[in-house]
């Protein structure tokens, strides 16, 4: 619950970071992150993910999205 704050701040970043880079709309972005495992890792609090920049995360959702592809 502590790290609340810097999760939604992450999640905010990462989500018009994947807009920008793909072109989509900050709706479109914000359902493809959702749809990605990224937030679960996030919920994680022992992974320390809440401590990540926003374009670690980024990277993360890219691994998600290589994969999934694959």
């Known amino acids: 619950m502590e790290h609340v704050l810097a999760k939604t ?3 905010t970043q990462t ?3 994947i807009a920008n880079k793909y072109k989509l709309s900050i ?3 914000r ?3 959702y749809e ?3 937030p679960e ?3 994680d609090d022992e992974t320390g993910l809440y401590g990540s920049s926003a ?3 980024l990277s993360l959702y890219e691994d998600c ?3 999934a592809s694959e």
């Open 9 to 11: 701040i992450l999640i």
């Open 15 to 17: 989500i018009e970071l």
């Open 27 to 29: 709706e479109t972005a």
């Open 31 to 33: 359902d493809r992150f």
């Open 36 to 38: 990605s495992n990224v």
């Open 41 to 43: 890792m996030l919920d």
């Open 55 to 57: 374009l670690y995360l």
């Open 65 to 67: 999205l290589k994969k």
